[in-house]
């Protein structure tokens, strides 16, 4: 169902390669424009889904696909392009792909979907600081809170694991019983 929180999601993933064309070119005030831009729409498209009782398993799958292709292609491109170290791209890259792939083979499998939760947020809240700090190419901060989101993201995905390991099982453990 297509509504304007998945319409948001899609306008985001539309952005994302001006975005990084702007990173890519140096263009610091255009890139952290679109930054903002990204967040703003990521924060709304949540907001009015819930206040709207607009949440779908398709707006879910394209806002939590569309986040971690911003991360992927972010730290990527900030790599590349801007100083942001190597293992922290490796570590954003894998942790988001994995995350990635186990969640659509979840949809696929099994047609479950998994939702954010206050750690998430806050870790994510985190990242994009992080990422803005690296825009703005505040070294010494930005490396600072690369650290904390590297330690929150951790945190996030172990809280995940023991959150949704249960579920993932139960499902699992009942297709294997019919």
Known sequence: MINIPNLLSLLRLFLLPIFLYFIASGRTLFSVLFFVIIIATDILDGYIARKRNQCTNLGRVLDHGVDKLFTILTTIWLYIYNRFPLWATLFFVLRELIILTSGFLFLVDKKL??????????SGGFFYLTILLYLLRYDSSAIVF????????SIATLWYAV???????????????S
């Open 146 to 153: 690369l650290y904390i989101s590297v330690v929150l993201f």
């Open 113 to 122: 979907t998994f939702t954010s939760r206050t750690i998430g947020k806050i």
């Open 163 to 177: 959150l949704y390991f249960p579920r993932i099982k139960e499902v699992y453990d009942e297709s294997n019983n």
